[in-house]
């Protein structure tokens, strides 16, 4: 190709310029399943589409029980003041209403349940829910993308604290926060390699139903990089290092105080999930 000359040729290279520059702050063009039909023969490139949960699982309460598990995957207790008491004989902090939406709700206590087991060991003031799917996310060779999304009605007053998180099986990190309030109106999108990476929007109305989605894909031997999506809108990139490899959980909780504050609701607190979907590219 022969170089423009003269001032058509600084023009050219301006604009070779500007298109890179516009490159590194850009979202990459990634494919949007969600945005087509949900099915397994979907192809992208030469990997077929396979959904590990589909949208439904709240349907009804075996909808949920066949797809999720309760409490965290370590137990009742994290890193906040609310212990997780939801199980197939206890609805009264996780449930289904109406059909298609999931209910977890905190309740302040009154005695002294002691503290929490799981550091920086609060004392026990609520008592909430949790819940983690039964399939994991595994990025590797064979499943190289994954998209994780659904729908929320979120508390964010001061001393409440719900997520929709992944986070490492075997190990921390990795962790990926999809949803995440902190006692007000910004939602922080965060993933921990060993270091965060945390890009906070605010969101209007979380109480109404907003839609929080990544796209996941390896990008290398050991890393990954995730697109963070509110409403359907590119938010943020993040690199995931050594993500790549290390079974993740997916998890919906309603957790309190923390980093929340330390002054929570005197009454109910309710968080509330439809349409929550997990699907991934299959090499075969």
């Known amino acids: 190709m022969t170089n423009p000359p003269g001032s058509s040729r600084r023009t050219a290279l301006k604009r070779i310029a500007a298109t890179a520059a516009a490159a590194v702050t850009a979202p990459l063009l990634v494919p949007d399943p969600a945005r087509a039909a949900d099915d397994a023969t979907r192809r992208i490139g030469a990997a077929a589409w396979e959904t590990l949960i589909d949208g439904n699982s709240f349907a009804s309460r075996a909808a ?122 910004r939602n922080w999108f965060n993933t921990y390699d060993g270091a965060w990476d945390n890009t906070l929007v605010a969101v209007s109305s979380p109480g109404n139903w907003h839609e929080y989605r990544i796209w996941m894909t390896k990008t290398s031997g050991t890393d990954v990089q995730i697109h963070y999506y509110l409403d359907g809108a590119w938010k943020a990139a993040h690199t995931g290092s050594n993500f790549v490899g290390k079974p993740m959980n997916v998890i919906i909780n309603l957790q309190m105080e923390g980093s929340s504050g330390s002054s929570g609701p005197a009454g109910d607190t309710y968080y509330k999930a439809r349409n929550v979907y997990v699907g991934r590219t299959n090499n075969g």
């Not at 370590?74 to 209910?103: E, K, Q």
């Not at 977890?104 to 004392?123: F, H, V």
Request: with cysteine; aromatic share 14%.
């Open 64 to 185: 949920l029980e066949s797809e999720w598990n309760y409490l965290y995957p370590w137990g009742s207790d994290h890193n906040g003041t609310a212990r997780m008491y939801a199980s197939s004989t206890d609805s009264n902090h996780c449930f289904i209403s109406p059909a298609g939406v999931l209910n977890l709700k905190a309740t302040r206590i009154t005695w002294d349940e002691g503290n929490s087991s799981k550091d920086p060991y609060l004392p026990i003031h609520y008592h909430s829910a949790a819940i983690h799917a039964k399939n994991q996310v595994l990025v590797n060779d064979r499943f190289p993308n994954w998209e994780i999304r659904g729908e929320f009605q979120a508390p964010s007053a001061p001393g409440t604290w719900p997520a929709f998180w992944v986070t490492g099986a075997n190990s921390w990190p990795p962790e990926s926060d999809i949803l995440e309030f902190k006692g007000d109106n």
